[in-house]
């Protein structure tokens, strides 16, 4: 069965840093990698996803993909208070997306 | 735009009692329905997945007889915990996608289980 971890557990930066959040999964056949951003009391939301290996940005999102060290990480570049949330990576496995416990990341101004 | 809606968004019941959740949704069709439970531990399990006309498949330490699932159409999807106890709390979250497993989930705001 996928198992599929996170680290840090959480995260605490100051407004306008880099944040590195990262993700690994141990089936190599995976397909799907995705980050989902969970605000205090919201529904998660899709953030960003990939499909082959190397990298792509979204505004101050960028997701990394390396599928032979089955390891994909999340950067956010010049870090907002607004950025605060808990996020978690899911990856595909068959049918399934299967998600990390999450890193709780807190911005503090 | 797509759109979960999932309720109770809270729910209290005695221990050894049953409680069912729903969820809509609305602005595509949810060919798909994943059932999560975020815990007081904060661990993202895997309860089940229903597909619209396939049979439901439920993952490891899940099962019918205590999560069972309904997904009639392509709006609307149900779960109920049956004889709840201590161990059953959390947040329950259902996920929606129209496609293939290489999507996107709109996820519902979660039903909170509490157990007396």
């Known amino acids: 069965q996928q198992k599929v971890q996170q680290s840090p557990e959480s995260l605490i930066v100051p407004e306008g840093a880099m944040t590195s959040l990262n993700c690994t999964f141990s089936?190599?056949?995976?397909?799907?990698f995705a980050w989902y951003r969970q605000h205090s009391g919201k529904a998660p939301k899709a953030l960003m996803s990939?499909?082959?290996?190397g990298e792509k940005e979204e505004g101050r999102f960028t997701i990394h993909l390396n599928k032979a060290s089955l390891h994909f990480s999340l950067h956010i570049r010049d870090s907002q208070p607004s950025d605060s949330a808990l996020y978690l990576c899911?990856?595909?496995?068959?049918?399934?997306?299967?998600f990390g416990t999450g890193t709780k990341l807190q911005v503090v101004p | 735009g797509a759109l979960v809606y999932q309720y109770p968004r809270r729910t209290i019941c005695k221990s050894g009692t049953s409680m069912r959740m729903e969820c809509q949704a609305v602005?595509?069709?949810?060919?798909?329905v994943a059932w999560y439970r975020q815990s007081p531990q904060k661990t993202f399990e895997l309860i089940a997945l229903?597909?619209?006309?396939?049979?439901?498949?439920?993952e490891q330490n899940f099962t019918q007889e205590k999560f069972p699932i309904s997904h009639p159409n392509l709006s609307f999807s149900s779960m109920t915990v049956l004889n709840a106890y201590l161990e059953d709390r959390g947040l329950y979250l259902c996920?929606?996608?129209?496609?293939?497993?290489?999507?996107?989930?709109?996820f519902g705001h979660g039903t909170k289980l509490s157990v007396l």
């Open positions: 899911a990856v595909n496995s068959g049918t399934y997306q299967r």
């Open positions: 990939i499909f082959s290996n």
């Open positions: 229903s597909t619209v006309n396939s049979a439901i498949k439920y």
């Open positions: 602005g595509f069709q949810a060919t798909s």
């Open positions: 089936d190599s056949a995976s397909q799907y």
């Open positions: 996920g929606a996608r129209e496609g293939t497993a290489n999507e996107r989930l709109f």
